[in-house]
């Protein structure tokens, strides 16, 4: 059984740091991509961050470039999330996917598998 599952999110001020990880388990891990997605009430669910687990390719949203890092353990099967300089407009829930295509992409409609959501909620 395919599962993604999210920890670490949490409330923070705004400035603050939080790392979101994603493990998963069921799937040979080294053959997809896992992204990270958001979604605010109200708002569209929106791409964040993207790494390929075969060669550590990776891709960030405009929004959080330079304030985010993404990074992959392979041997425990786990993405990472870290989350720096937070601003309140980052209060969200955070889900991690994964895709097949091995490559990462913006489209959420590519990834198969999906986590529960992780609420990250920052304070002004």
């Known amino acids: 059984e395919v599962q993604l599952v999210e920890s670490g999110g949490g409330l923070v001020q705004a400035g603050g740091s939080l790392r979101l990880s994603c493990a998963a388990s069921?799937?040979?891990?080294?053959?997809?991509?896992i992204g990270w997605f958001r979604q605010a009430p109200g708002k569209e669910r929106e791409g964040v961050s993207c790494?390929?687990?075969?060669?550590?390719?990776?891709y960030y949203a405009d929004s959080v470039k330079g304030r985010f890092t993404i990074s992959s353990d392979n041997a425990k099967n786990t993405v990472y999330l870290q989350m720096n300089s937070l601003k309140p407009e980052d209060t969200a829930v955070y889900y991690c996917?994964?895709?097949?295509?091995?490559?990462?992409?913006?489209?959420?409609?590519?990834?198969?598998?999906w986590g529960q959501g992780t609420q990250v909620t920052v304070s002004s």
């Open positions: 996917a994964a895709t097949e295509m091995g490559l990462c992409t913006r489209a959420s409609y590519e990834y198969e598998y």
């Open positions: 069921g799937f040979t891990f080294d053959d997809y991509a």
């Open positions: 790494i390929s687990s075969s060669d550590g390719v990776t």
